[in-house]
């Protein structure tokens, strides 16, 4: 297998992309490719490992691109014409089957239409969404869209449904994944236009399309476990995303911020700190890895765009089980009926 | 000043409403009238504190009425047929100054419709909607709308901006609270069509309204305390609302079993305890009472439908604070202009 990583993306790259593939390369059995300007990767391992690219791992390579997707640039318009962009070299090795996944933390638009231009949809999916996945209580969940499609069509909703099914299907085994409606209520009645008529849809469709519908489901019981995936379209799915981003953020300054207020509590809190950690750690989702963008022909991996060094070795390390378990093999395969 | 409870409405009624109304008594200087079946209400005092209504203050009164508003109810038809229902007959009382404020925990589409037939909107304001306040960095997050309109229009989101406004500066003593527009990026051009042109028109009537716009904010940003409030539609506000909720939730239960996974992780938390509830009540909003039903012509309070009795003591005792700032008086005064 070989992972191809966009070494020039996010807001730390190089330096967060190169560090995070040296810490995955030996928890990973795959080959790892980084693309991005060869002489500033180099220099850049000999500065931080005082070694050559090739005394770390002979499955770390590198492939030279001498372009970059910046953030402010024009989706459509840099993957057109930026040809030896990182982002766009990794689109093609990945469609010539130079690779078999592609993760990058660069410019998201880009990335999305990247994959559409290039990579190509599935058939019989109207629009690819990114799914994402989110700490739960002692197990995880899904959300999908989370925010490549600020307009959806109740038939996108249905699809996220199935394509959520058929993932957490191969890839966490969960024989019948319980997939619910975001909504504000959990009545049939509740909600926009658009929840109200998916949720007419799903419920019609859903036996049929082999999907577990348990409908509406409220924020307040997302997180609770017995949800494995919410659908919804990519505005509130990009809310609910950063929303649990910030209130987390909020938690975690504020628990240190709480045991470190002053000598007294610092010194208390040492020998809880196991469990604390224990905690942080249940609640930490970068170590879900990135979000997947489902619908299209292979796999891509969108990596958080501010992805630190542990964040992007967590991504490869996901990436590689994502390819292992053929989950778009079986998509593209389920959707051919 | 006169605040009236509905004993009969919400989950855990009235046992909760009595108990929080008895707690609340002694830290608050108002008269408190509990609305709902006297007889009831007489017998729960007894059973609970073994005493008469009459000994445990004589700022605690009974205004009995002998229907109840259910969940399943109708709200419009509700408010227009039961008459003697402790929601109705709060509203009434409210309406001829036989009190200054009207909370409730029951059927919130009753709530709402009841303080628009039988309040009123304020002049000038289309749609009034439920502020809520959330926890955020070393201060407060005001969300509005909470979930009271489900579809709104630009001109909405700007007058809730509005109201924000006048609310946080009357209440919290904010000389210039910044208002965010909920979004899924900064710049002006992310988001659906309604957020898109409620950015414009937030941009254009900002300093003529008096409102300290800051643009376009994340979830992620929200909590930082940077923000005063938040403005959105009642659809995407209670996904938010419910996020936060939902999270909070798993944050609890998690710290919680980490503390407690075994005999030793028990003895070590144990120094640490300060510390962890210092933590837990800054992440409580509970502590910071109900939602506030902006844009009627008197103060109502909408309390959690879940409220146990602290969380009715303390929304009984920020009810207080709300009218005692007079921000409905002037935000009458503010649209009258």
Redesign the interface.
């Known amino acids: 297998m070989k992972i191809i990583l966009d070494a020039m993306g996010g807001d730390n790259a190089p330096d967060a992309n190169i560090k995070g593939a040296v810490n995955a390369i030996n928890k990973i059995k795959a080959e790892l490719i980084l693309i991005g300007k060869e002489e500033i990767i180099r220099a850049k391992i000999k500065e931080f490992y005082n070694k050559e690219l090739e005394d770390i791992s002979d499955r770390l390579k590198i492939r030279n691109s001498t372009e970059i997707i910046e953030m402010e640039d024009q989706p459509t318009v840099a993957i057109k014409h930026k040809k030896d962009s990182s982002m766009v070299v990794g689109f093609n090795m990945l469609k010539q089957d130079e690779g078999d996944v592609f993760i990058s933390a660069g410019n998201s638009g880009a990335l999305l239409a990247g994959a559409t231009l290039i990579i190509g949809r599935i058939k019989g999916i109207d629009r690819p969404a990114l799914a994402g996945i989110l700490?739960?209580?002692k197990s995880q969940l899904l959300l999908m869209d989370c925010?490549s499609n600020?307009?959806c069509k109740p038939i996108n909703l249905l699809q996220f449904a199935q394509m959520s099914t058929i993932y957490l299907k191969n890839t966490f085994g969960i024989e019948k994944p319980a997939i619910g409606l975001?909504n504000?209520g959990t009545e049939e009645t509740k909600?926009?236009?658009l929840?109200k008529e998916s949720y007419q849809l799903l419920k019609e469709k859903s036996e049929e399309l082999g999907i577990n519908f348990v409908g509406n489901t409220?924020?307040?019981?997302?997180?609770?476990g017995k949800i494995d995936a919410i659908v919804t379209d990519?505005?509130?799915g990009?809310?609910?995303?950063?929303?649990?981003?910030?209130?987390?953020?909020?938690?975690k300054?504020?628990?240190k911020e709480?045991?470190m207020?002053n000598i007294i509590?610092k010194?208390?809190?040492i020998?809880?700190l196991?469990?604390?950690n224990?905690?942080a750690k249940?609640?930490d989702y970068k170590a879900y890895g990135g979000a997947l963008f489902l619908g299209v022909k292979k796999p891509v991996v969108k990596a958080h765009g501010s992805s630190d060094e542990t964040l992007f070795e967590y991504t490869i390390i996901q990436a590689e089980k994502f390819v292992e378990n053929k989950a778009v093999d079986k998509m593209i395969e389920a959707f051919n009926k």
């Not at 409220?218 to 609770?224: C, I, P, T, V, Y």
Request: a positive charge; aromatic letters at 10%.
């Open positions: 700490p739960a209580y925010g600020t307009n975001l504000i909600g926009n236009e929840v409220e924020g307040r019981d997302a997180f609770s990519g505005f509130t990009n809310v609910f995303l950063k929303t649990t981003e910030g209130l987390g953020k909020l938690v300054r504020s628990l709480s045991m207020k509590s010194i208390a809190s020998p809880a196991p469990a604390i224990r905690f249940t609640m």
